[in-house]
């Protein structure tokens, strides 16, 4: 099929890819699967790279190389295997690259990059070019307006430049939504102020751009131009725009930023080198690390130029060259433009520049895949024009070190051998890791960790494993960046999954997968044996309550832990050392702003209130609904035995909407279900809007005389039900076919067809609407949760309602039950999103909102976090540049905690914050420390331990349970009794076999009477 201008129209798999759309948008997701990239260069970097641009959904993809697999090649390049040595780089990896994606077309190429070649693309990376071959391509690429990427990666440096041709648009900035506001004023006249309602506060900056909508009164606002803002408050801003000539304003009105496209002019990889304008900074402690790191990457091109080889690793003459030609083409620059010269990072350099780290791969891999989704769509700012980047804290102190130490041991691991030494090479084979999550961060982890040569017996030591853990089952939507699974992998474990993958990639990986959520349940699969022998332990989590329980195990027992994060193009790093930072439980997010109940039932003013209600309401008509009815068929005797005692306005909700599923609305027929279908819409759509309107008139006024219906409230108008509104007929059709498997009902051959059913629907017989008196509504925003309305006899209405519950009951089949439906939003097919999507949008018709398709409810509905392979590869790469220091124990100034933003691109790393220290005389702790005391000792023996440090205990407790405190005289007779016997008979608590120890928290006061928050005690009685 064609589109109308004559492209073939692009096929887009929105199950596969709703995290990416969810980033990108549909618009730019169909423009890169209309474009075809030439990734030069299948090394570490170039795999990277092409993997996360065939995840993104391109055309075509051509990996070009001209070199042959070498053992080292393995180092970081994780589609090669020790099979494929002497083949082509790109040949021997390509097939295992098609896999990622089917629906992208992947070829080998080991042609020329002649002008007729490079124009068959609309993108181009070079990833393992000299500086004269750079400059060639993109000549041609400038001339021809193809956008040009040329990154470098040496060692733990690296180098990335681009060039998108003289006059390229950016269409979005930074892929985030506008910002709005509801106006509750505007004023007359220059400047003209206006205020918005103070349900949430204004994002908007001086400068900005906006537009207005549905402004009643001033008119004139609506569709006018983009106007600039100024003197922008939290609530209010001024216009650029005289006002006095237009109509009073008088209610209503959305103002929304206005966000225009952007033209860059780049320059070409020649001219840039000269004139290199403003580098990207990504570390505010290295600010004239970039100039020099120009000027030393130059000199590295040079060397090879001259040499024919790299410089070697500790090789003292290669380094002094370096450091000469790095002065030659520094001194060659206008005195303006020079970099201060810092020989001892040059000397660094020249030792890297030979090597190869996974990490750096995964972090540039990212970072150069973004910046060619950015060249096909002009989504996001790109890149301009440089970026350098270094991590000579990941590295030992190699210039005291002898170049023995970094010679080939012969094994896939000496290309990173030849920058961080066999001794620190060593170490990784022997750690013993933690890796919480195999998902998206996991899979990449897990990726870096085998090319890291982590927990591998054929790179040192051979007591290391990796310990992966996962209770979740790879799904479709999980495929277009988890990397490790495929197809056919759906509903397998992910943990069992990605280990036999990363296997795959490196077979000497000592590996172990759990399904086991790492949680207080299962503290005796994960026992204290499990976490003290670990080294250090990884989160690859997508929720903060689990990243919390790891965080507080961590800190118990003393262990690193390096976590990480993804929210679409923005990413963030944190390491946590012991004895040094703070914790990740140290700073938290301030808790997500929920919308009062009143304005999610009676009064939405944003689609986000109409989906939220919507979820709700699917929930509790499918889901608890029926749970409740099946808790009453699982045992009617005890159920209603409970709904008596309890008597109140709660216990009868419950129960009436049991009644209703198994008494007044029992459905035996598709046809019943239908009716109860088209019943829901005359509720929820045209009754309950009619009541309140006639409740709450548009006239109606507030007791003070302000109108009721004022910002943000929306006067809402009922719905007709209309067959042939095919948005009215899905609804219906979802809601009877969902109503159907409640009730394990078949459907009959014309429910797949929307409108056949919505005619069906027509035919019934509604009852017509009649407006009730007395009719209470919620207006009050400080409601935060729906209170069911207290009848005169609660106890009679349940009387009543048992009565006709239990005759009902006998006229059902013996076993009888319903099957409540769990949301699941990544089904298609299964009528869930339908439903959800109806519900949203006919309220948001009722109350004039703009509706959402789909995929768009699907996405808020369904909590979708935005997530792309970009983000994932740079932040695992980040955190395994932590890893390293990590490994060698470095001091605190050695670490980073980084927040990275690929859409921008922005790049903010930082020192971690120390964790802090409390002291008392001799004594010191943080919250690393725990106090270890041995013995089974008894209540006294405690009391005195803390004395000895001049520290008065004066209360034990074990959980909730208060086993000791001087304030009651009966506790007196505790004194000399063992602590393990009362934590066994007061506070109710086994200690499992298989633990040595239980912990109880001192409150102690020092000799003037001042209260100190001491460590946690640990009784090691065993």
């Known amino acids: 099929m064609d589109s109308q201008n004559g492209a073939p129209e692009v096929h887009l798999d929105e199950d596969l890819h709703s995290r990416q759309i969810a980033v990108y948008g549909r618009e730019v997701m169909k423009r890169m699967a209309g474009s075809s990239v030439l990734i030069s260069g299948m090394n570490g970097l170039g795999v990277e790279v092409g993997k996360n641009i065939i995840l993104a959904g391109v055309k075509a993809v051509t990996l070009h190389d001209k070199k042959a697999v070498e053992l080292r090649s393995l180092g970081a390049q994780f589609f090669l295997t020790e099979s494929d040595i002497g083949r082509n780089r790109a040949e021997a990896c390509f097939e295992k690259l098609q896999e990622l994606n089917p629906a992208v077309k992947v070829t080998a190429s080991t042609a020329d990059l002649d002008e007729a070649f490079l124009c068959t693309f609309q993108a181009v990376v070079l990833g393992d070019a000299t500086l004269s071959e750079a400059k060639r391509v993109d000549e041609i690429c400038h001339k021809h307006g193809i956008p040009f990427v040329h990154a470098q990666l040496l060692g733990a440096f690296a180098s990335v430049f681009t060039d998108f041709g003289e006059d390229f648009t950016v269409i979005d900035v930074d892929g985030e939504d506008p910002h709005a506001g509801i106006v509750a004023s505007v004023a007359h006249g220059t400047p003209a102020i206006v205020t918005c ?62 966000k225009p496209s952007k033209q860059l002019k780049f320059q070409t990889l020649e001219a840039a080198l000269s004139n290199p304008g403003e580098f990207l900074l990504t570390d505010f402690a290295k600010f ?64 890297s520049a030979g090597g190869e780290m996974g ?34 804290e990941s590295l030992p102190d190699v210039l005291k070190m002898s170049a023995e130490e970094f010679a080939p041991l012969n094994t896939r691991y000496d290309a990173q051998v030849a920058v961080i030494g066999r001794s620190l090479q060593a170490q990784l084979a022997g750690l013993n890791v933690f890796l919480v999550g195999a998902g998206a961060l996991g899979c ?195 159920y209603i035995k409970a709904i008596e005692h309890a008597g109140d306005a709660s216990a009868r909700e419950q129960l009436e909407k049991v009644v209703e599923l198994l008494v007044s609305d029992q459905a035996t027929t598709f046809e019943d279900c239908l009716f109860w279908a088209r019943t829901r819409f005359q509720e929820y759509f045209h009754n309950r809007v009619a009541q309140l309107t006639y409740t709450f008139p548009e006239d109606a006024t507030t007791s003070t005389g302000a109108p009721f219906w004022s910002a943000p409230k929306r006067f809402p108008r009922a719905l007709d039900f209309d067959s042939l509104d095919r948005s009215h007929a899905t609804f219906v ?57 207290h009848s005169v006899d609660d106890e009679g209405v ?60 699907k996405l808020i509905a369904g909590r979708i976090i935005p997530a792309i392979a970009t983000a994932t590869a740079a932040a695992t790469g980040l955190v395994c540049l932590e890893l390293y220091k990590v490994v060698q124990q470095k001091p605190m100034e050695a670490y980073r905690n980084t927040f990275a933003n690929l859409a921008l691109p922005l790049f903010a790393m930082a020192e971690p914050i120390s964790a802090k220290t409390a002291k008392h005389k001799e004594l010191s702790w943080s919250l690393w420390d725990r106090w270890i005391l041995e013995g089974d000792l008894t209540v006294q023996e405690v009391l005195d331990w803390f004395e000895a440090r001049s520290l008065i205990a004066y209360s034990i407790s074990c959980g909730p349970a208060l086993l000791y405190n001087n304030i009651f ?45 001491v460590p946690l005690v640990s009784i090691k009685f065993r």
């Open 444 to 638: 990449e982890f897990l990726k870096n960790f085998a090319m890291m040569g982590i927990a591998c017996p054929d790179a040192g030591k051979t007591d290391g494993q990796v310990t992966v853990t996962d209770d979740d089952t790879i799904e479709k939507s999980n495929l277009s960046r988890q990397f490790l699974f495929r197809n056919w992998h759906i509903g397998s474990f992910k943990s069992t999954v990605a280990s036999k993958a990363t296997q795959a990639l490196n077979p000497s990986v000592n590996i172990k997968a759990l399904q086991n959520r790492v949680s207080p349940e299962t503290e005796g699969v994960f026992d204290d044996k499990f976490w003290q022998g670990l080294d250090l332990v990884v989160n690859a989590l997508d929720n903060v309550n689990a990243r919390l329980y790891v965080d507080q195990r961590c800190v118990y027992f003393g262990k690193p832990l390096l976590e990480s994060g993804t929210l679409g193009a923005k990413c963030n790093t944190q390491v946590v050392v012991p004895n040094m930072t703070e914790n990740y439980g140290a700073s938290r997010d301030p808790p997500e702003k929920q919308a009062p109940m009143c304005t999610v039932h009676s009064f939405p003013h944003n689609i986000d209130h109409c989906l939220t209600w919507a979820r709700s309401e699917f929930e509790g008509l499918l889901e608890k609904a029926p749970s409740e009815a099946n808790i009453y068929l699982t045992d009617p005797e005890k």
């Open 733 to 789: 059709q979802a809601g009877a076919i969902l109503r159907a498997e409640v009730y394990g009902i078949p459907c009959p051959a014309y429910a797949p067809n929307a409108l056949a059913v919505g005619a069906e629907a027509a035919k019934l017989n509604i009852p017509a609407f009649v407006p009730r008196k007395g009719i209470v509504v919620e207006t009050d925003p400080k409601a935060d949760k729906k209170q069911p309305l």
């Open 197 to 258: 309602v103070e349900d949430e506060r204004l994002e908007f900056q001086d400068g900005d751009l906006v537009t207005f909508s549905e402004v009643i009164g001033m008119t004139q606002l609506n569709g006018h131009a983009p106007i600039a803002l100024k003197n922008c408050k939290p609530h209010s801003f001024e216009l650029d725009l005289d006002t006095s000539v237009y109509a009073e304003y008088q209610r209503g009105g959305i103002v929304t930023q206005f």
């Open 969 to 1013: 005289p009966k506790h007196k007779e505790r004194l000399g009794k063992k602590m393990s016997e009362l934590v066994v008979t007061v506070a109710k608590q086994e200690v499992p076999a298989w633990r040595a120890h239980f912990d109880v928290v001192v409150a102690c006061e020092d000799e003037e009477g001042n209260d100190l928050d």
């Open 798 to 857: 349940i009387a009543e309602l048992v009565t006709k519950l239990k005759a009902a009951h006998l006229t059902l089949a013996p076993g009888f039950k319903l099957s409540p439906v769990e949301f699941e939003k990544d089904n298609d097919a299964n009528f869930h999103m339908d439903l959800i999507a109806g519900l949203a949008n006919m309220r948001a018709r009722n109350y004039s909102i703009p509706e959402v398709d789909k995929l768009k409810a």
């Open 359 to 392: 990490p750096m791969a995964a972090l540039f891999g990212g970072l150069v895949g973004q910046e060619v989704v950015k060249a096909l769509s002009g989504k996001f700012h790109p890149l301009f024009q440089w970026l350098y980047f270094d991590s000579v």
């Open 288 to 351: 004239e690390r970039p100039a020099l790191l120009h000027v030393g990457f130059q000199a590295v091109d040079a060397f090879l130029t001259a040499e024919g080889h790299l410089p070697r690793p500790a090789n003292k003459e290669d380094a002094a060259k370096v450091v000469a030609l790095t002065k030659s083409i520094n001194e060659a620059l206008p005195e303006a433009d020079r970099a201060t010269i810092d020989e001892d990072v040059l000397r660094v350099l020249s030792h």
